[in-house]
């Protein structure tokens, strides 16, 4: 972000504040350029900041990882150590445990990376209890607007959700929707003209092949990692056949899968597991897909908004529209006053489940509309879920985001909801 641009308040920074004080190592991944360094260096000024990316400092730290540790911390005075680009260390996470093992302090190392340091899993493990790790997407819509947190899980999860706890949602039509699909969030590159924004996603995405992912593996076909991501950005919010997806890039059927594992560890693609009751055969088990940044979708498949236009493809902002919806909870989930799971649910008999927040005895079931109108025959696979379906032993409340501006009450903890509550305030 340039010194002119505002700087805009990540909702995550509260996560990031009880981390420093409860762990004595957090550690903080997300994709690159989602705004990392900017937050780290906004909440902890005073901290020493060490960059892996520079080649001569990544060689000091591999050759005397705990030496370097030991002289690093000598003169920080309670304030954290900071690593930014720690992926690209082979020995540093070893170095930090047994550091960590002998001072009980709270907050000592703060790292940041586009994929997980702790990926030895003896690691991982002997860290449990004293290290956070937590994720930094792309800005939510809530966020570009300065807007409160979506607190709308919380809501919907309530005893007796209201419609008089929302705050008007902010009136929003069918472009400005289009426009925060095709901006994305990555701070740097939103604001840019469309052509610009676009070259320079595309960009991105070679910059994370040609760098980023050697840092969890070697990759013998960047060509074909790269036809991968155009197909799963085409793909976004569909279920994805790996059979399919290997004869489209001509690569073994195992190299999809751990090529796949590769993008949701760098946070481009993220998997939606299917939720089942344990109560019938007939319930659909693959996961679905959803690309993390609309943007970055929509220039790889070039499209614009001239895209939806009704004389050529408007049913191309369905599945990106569910993709927007699902980052904007996937964004606020660890700031939810409980742990909720995400997952999508289908049945063979063709009833589905856009989105459904698992809350332990309760559930939250949305479907996403990508039109302007909504009627009840938009609820039937809600209320057959919750009435007659396998959530009829919990208390479900069925949402249906849609892109009109009124809110709705169907009966039954059924609303109709605009995409742009996501961003009201709640009085729950």
Known sequence: MSDTDPYLPRHLISELEDAIESARVVNLIGPRQAGKTT?????????????????????????????????LTEDLDGTPLIF??????????????????????KGQFVLTGSSNV??????????????????LWPLSAAEIKTAPLNRLMDWAMQSTPSLAQIAIP????????????????????????LRSRQRQYRDYVDAVVDRDVADIMPVRKPDALRVLIDQMATRTA??????????LTRLQRVTVEQYLDVLIRLSMVTRLGAW????????????????VDTGIACALRRITDATFAIGNSPQALGGLLESFVLGELQRALPMQDADYRLYHWRHADQREID???DGGSRLVNIEIKSSASVSGADFKHLKWFATDGPGRSRTCTGIVFY???EMLTFGNRTFALPVSSLWSSIDA
């Open 84 to 105: 930014d680009d720690a992926q690209r260390s082979r020995n540093l996470a070893l170095a930090i445990k047994r550091m960590v093992d002998s001072n009980r302090r």
């Open 403 to 405: 892109l009109g501006q």
């Open 39 to 71: 937050l780290v260096r906004d909440l902890f000024g005073q901290g020493h900041f060490v960059t892996l990316d520079d080649t001569a400092v990544l060689a000091a730290i591999e050759a005397d990882p705990e030496g370097q540790l030991t002289s």
């Open 170 to 193: 902010e009136p929003v039509g069918r472009r400005g929707y289009i426009d925060l699909i095709l901006s994305g969030g990555f701070p740097e590159t939103r604001a840019l003209p």
């Open 355 to 357: 989105i459904l927040i």
């Open 118 to 135: 702790f990926t030895n899993m003896d690691v991982a493990d002997s860290l449990a209890g004293r290290m956070r790790t937590l994720k």
């Open 238 to 247: 569909q279920e994805s056949n790996t059979s399919e997806l290997a004869r």
């Open 276 to 291: 089942t009751s344990g109560e019938g055969k007939r319930e659909v088990k693959q996961p679905k897909f959803h690309f």
